[in-house]
């Protein structure tokens, strides 16, 4: 039967290939994956997947940092133009850019896979050393770039819809394939969980690219130490004064803003387990000569755990009312993304890992059963959601030779990564249809 | 004479207000005034006037400030798409956009008059209760707008231009008319003044539209109190980390600058005197989970003194270091304009109301011998110059009633200001040509 | 009549000496100078004067920083065993140290003079090169010195009270002498403006010894530039923890005062005129390795006019409470001393410069009109209390050569100021009797 | 064999209750232990121990944070006030208070137990409800108490010398007793291992009274997590000026204090392990109207590994230096105590429980194993120099019922834990030099 996969995946390769390099070239940011969504819908529907989009596959009440109706209009027109589904696409209205679909086969366990859409909030290095400028297939949307690997994500995870629909008679139960937005800032996951995208699920896997796997030829099995996470902006909103002549007359949001950024830093390590804060980005004031009426931050905290995130986040808040109170300037926090911690099931690790190492892909020396994340990702929220309903779930690395560092201009991996990766997926969904992870294992 | 000017200027009206509009539609900001200093050097030439400009009315080594040569080269396309003459605009390249005027009417005085060319960095207001939107003038350069007067004090500029050279024969002495770029950020004015553009001057007049003076027939006669000040920004550099994984590996750039802004805020007042000091921009990061590597602050410092002012900026200097020293990041200084203390000569300024009353334009319950600016203006830096060679200057206010403050995108002001100012101008150049101030005045 | 007094008064020099001296050594801090004032008491009945003390002079309520009871029961033993009046005393009890001795003489003007009696918190300098130690009157209080001169205004109160009880006869009104608790930090002159000290006043003088006037033979006639200032302490307290095992237990109140100190340093400087705020003080934490549970800061405000000093406080209020909400911790800010700011009246320094010019005391070419304090000076309540009825008051400076600046471990003055000091002093009550000042001058 | 230790230990009992009320009398802090080291060698002398101290034991010049001169010899005469032996004490001379006893038993291993003498810079509670007050052995040393349960220590390592004087025909190789100063600060291992103290050492013990072990019959064979740790201090030094004339005139030490207390906490979090970094004290300042020449901090760094440490540390002094820069002021940096991450030798933990389990006086469902210190102990210090030559090392907690917590002024402990405590000691040496430990064990 590995044999087969194997096989089949090897035949699919140049279209994997050549699906990763029509979607690197047409990027799309958070709660815009307009044209993505709609090829993935039209790609499962094809495949014989019954598929669930729009309000059916995300929760419009759970969604965070939403850009404004205008911006969402306008990348609905630029999907369009770059070739989407004017039909599919018109039914995301809002945003609600998440796909699933199903493929039933009878009595059996739920296998959930997930696949993350969405690219970067940057700018394409564009020179002839950088491959996918060299070779044509460079972002066409300027300020967005596929730097984390979710094109080769998509493209795998339409690869594993055509090897199981093609195995479709060796299934025992049902396939569901998440197509998730919004990895970045970690605001897909909850809205999908909460429109019922995981219910019913025994097994859960996900995985990336690259990232603490770096070359190709590895795999890791299971992922854990997930950070849990809260991603916020504050705006402070003061009053403008003349700098010279009546500085007394303004409310400083620069200072206000500095201040929390200052103190966000300074908020106590927690005595029980790794935590973290950094504010990112600080955008304050009008015009050198100008008290400074306005400042945004956007920022974020971590915990090993979700009790330690948290914490830091409650302190989080204290901080920016002292500050914005220090300057008599109002201050809105606004959460734009959020994610727990996690920890991958090392029995279902143990079946990826029996399934890899009965594959020619992978070099059975760098089959690797856990790493640490030592990171966040809101896969860790549908986890949660699966393993609290007595289910299991892991997240592998697959890996790749990467051109350069995840959100880097340069980011590029090896494409030779995506058909093994999406046998593999493959083979783990016929596994656990045949034959269930024993409990305590 | 007197008279006489009046009427001539009343002729002027509708000319300097066409003028007014035109330069109003086309602002161009500091350094990039290219189609407005050609177009003022086609007129002062067509006047009669012997016309400097490039580098021999602004020293490139004394410029601050400058926009990067790319910028430079679309502003300069800009200006010839807009009307502007190519050769005029090639003789600026670089950004050396004064112009010098000289008319000589053989032995005697020379009095200088100096007028400033620059627009705001800002967008107009675009709705029918805007003026200029309303009635078609409005700024049709994105984010620049004329929002302090300059376009209405290039008009009287030429105003003042026309009446003289048709008052020729009643001048013993020399005009010179000293068309300044760049005040805003106190930047023009060195450079001209550097470059000789005050050499041999005998008596200085300069002044402004609206500010001090809000309503339409109002004229101060001396203005004083200005602050010295210098400008700058600093560049903070570090070193980008993944926030999650790796932050000891960063150099906080965004933690640089918001010490350097709070620290900055809190150099000690002045004992001797008024002192200021203001970060009015703070701009700092990549993204949200990223150690933010870069920073850039807009700053100025202020002081009644140039003393004062050069103390305040010796210890903002301590700051920056010292702030980029604690989070071993670089910190790069530029000096982007400079501006020193002054007073007018109340002897010159009650020659300025001897004239003023002489008119009907104005008001004699609001002609005001003096008055405090509680700002900076480079105009200082050429009163300095001319005091310093034994000259006497003065800075006028000219009342207009204005429709918002000045720097706000809703500025604008009475056209009606215009004819009177040139006026005044003229006769005072007139009045000091027939009799010159007496020492001890 | 002024050969007469300046006669008297060189005849009481080597007395008003040795009281100086018995002061300077058993010197007293704000609220505690119970051994000085029951001294004063002693001397003004024994010299004629009816005398009020106690509740009688300073009213309780309106005491701020007072010492615990257990301090003042402590001082009040000392200035006991140090020689002073166990009956007199006990009428001070809780620190009610201000007296106010009167002779009345008749009908005519109530002049009121104004001698402040505290020492400072210091330890003074004890090696042969400081006179008091050398020629043995140096203080045997630690912790507390004399070294702003006011044990020299003491001595020349009783020198005034003693000259006048011998002019009498020539006397036409009400002499009021008031011995002032509590000048350093401002707090001993509100408390006897509201029992009353004041009231009736038609003239009042006081002044300093060197100062602004550090040469012997000068005298400053009217000082004015009084600064407005509230001084105030903030107590925070937040909650102790282990700094290895459980840091985010705890609530950081050093934090929470460096933020405050470093953000008061910040508070904009006022378009309006001088400001002033500064911390000068900061103690905070009990171990190198626990959370800070506590922290306290002694600051000031200060402004050119009263409106600048409350606009100041007012925002250094909100600094620590916004300083006190980053942390989670409690901030308690209380007044400990406030004053306002002030103007001697020119009509009455003129008289003064009469006396003074009569004298030959004075140096008539070191006779000034006026001079900026630049400091603050709780004078100026008693003064805006008179000057709010319509009376007249003048603060003024009398030379004295100095050893070191004020405030200093090594201050020491030349005590041939005294007796000149006191002459004029009574001159001028003679003056204002005889002769009233004119309104309008 | 041991049942006899245990017979024996129960005899010592009330002398070492005794022994440990004499030492809670009179506590002495880190380097001025003089009484409490003069009866600790008298003590070993007289069990038959041969006794280096003084140089023999300390090394001088790897002492930090030592006291002056002057409070060196105050100390040193209290000491013989309250009993100390005039001689000794003399030899320890400079705060060289280290004792080392050592007892030859002809061939076999070297096997060294530590025990730490020093006291907490705290006062005491002094009321009924506090034991040691109520039986009247509280403090009689102003400002210093036993809080930490040192005296115990000592108190059980005289008894350790007794048991094993005793049962010397039956030792095989040389037992080496270590009384160490200063263990609060982290100060005084490092000079005991730099005079040679641990120099062939085969096995270390060492152990704490209560701490993670809160109940009496509790034991921790070994205990892990040692945090690595540099204790500073840092004296800001600026320049004074009144805070109302000439505020430009001073450098304000306090600011500098305060930013670099809030800068060392946003000091970034460790990316590979546990960080720490506290500023526990800050005092700076003289007056409320003076600039603050002046500020002292105290701090600390901590890491779970060295590296991360150091690199905590690193930071630190830049930012010190940073801070100091910008208020142009300097910094003294002064560290004063130091020790190391460390980890005790499963192996030897296991011989540890083999000896407790023969005993009854421990509650065999007490027995653990390992715990976690999450603190610094420079015991760290001596683990790291016996394994970095091939020894062995472990580190033991010996459960007591605690009244309050460790550093705290009511803490008191169950000494019913000394004589077990003592005899498991014993015990360990005797089973140690009948059977080495198996490497890799």
């Not at 499962?44 to 404004?68: C, F, K, T």
């Not at 300027?142 to 998509?154: L, Q, T």
């Not at 970690?186 to 995985?207: C, I, N, Q, T």
Request: glycine share 12%; hydrophobic share 45%.
């Amino acid at each position: 039967m590995t044999e087969n996969i194997e096989r089949l995946a090897a035949a699919l390769e140049d279209g994997l290939i050549g699906r990763r390099r029509d979607l690197h070239r047409c990027p799309e940011a958070a709660w815009t994956e307009f044209r993505t969504a709609s090829m993935v819908a039209a790609a499962l529907s094809a495949a014989g997947y019954e598929v669930r989009l729009g309000q059916e596959a995300v929760r419009r009440e759970s969604m965070l940092g939403v850009p404004s109706e205008d911006e969402l209009t306008a990348h609905m027109e630029r999907a369009v133009a770059q070739g989407g589904d004017p039909d599919l696409i018109a039914s995301m209205r809002g945003g609600l850019t998440g796909v699933v679909g199903e493929l039933r086969c009878g009595e059996g366990p739920v296998v959930a896979l997930r696949f993350d859409m969405d690219a970067n909030d940057l700018d394409e290095a564009c020179d002839e050393e950088h491959r996918p400028f060299r070779e044509g297939f460079a972002s066409v949307n300027a300020g967005v770039m596929h730097a984390c690997g979710h094109d080769g994500h998509v493209a795998m995870g339409l690869g594993v819809a055509e090897l199981l629909a093609e195995c479709k008679d060796q299934l025992h139960g049902t396939v569901r394939l998440i197509f998730q937005p919004g990895e970045e800032g970690v605001r897909g996951a909850g809205p999908m969980v909460d429109a019922g995208a995981l219910d019913g699920v025994d097994y859960l896997l996900g995985g990336h690219i690259g990232f603490r796997a770096p070359r190709t030829g590895q795999v890791v099995c299971g992922t854990g130490g997930f950070l849990s996470t809260t991603k916020f902006d504050v705006a402070f909103t003061g009053v403008a004064a003349h700098a010279g002549a009546a500085l007394e007359q303004g409310r400083n949001a620069l200072l206000a803003a500095a201040n929390a950024a200052l103190n966000l830093h300074a908020i106590p390590r927690h005595g029980q387990g790794a935590s973290r804060v950094t504010v990112g980005v600080l955008n304050a004031g009008q015009g050198r000569n100008v008290v400074p009426p306005n400042a945004l931050i956007k920022a974020e905290t971590r915990g090993e755990t979700s009790a330690i995130n948290d914490c830091m986040f409650e302190r989080a808040r204290e901080v920016v009312a002292g500050a914005a109170k220090m300057y008599g300037v109002d201050a809105v926090l606004t959460e734009v993304g959020r994610s727990v911690s996690g920890e991958s099931d090392p029995g279902l690790a143990a079946r990826v890992r029996r399934a890899a190492e009965a594959m020619n892909f992978f070099d059975p020396a760098e089959i690797i059963d856990r790493m640490e994340l030592r990171g966040s990702e809101d896969f860790a929220l549908m986890l949660a959601e699966v393993q609290g309903r007595g289910g299991l779930g892991t997240y592998l690395m697959l890996g790749s030779d990467l051109a350069a560092g995840h959100h880097n201009a340069r980011f590029d991996f090896d494409e030779r990564c995506l058909a093994p990766g999406a046998a593999l997926f493959a083979a783990c969904v016929l596994d656990l249809m045949e034959q269930p992870v024993e409990s305590g294992s």
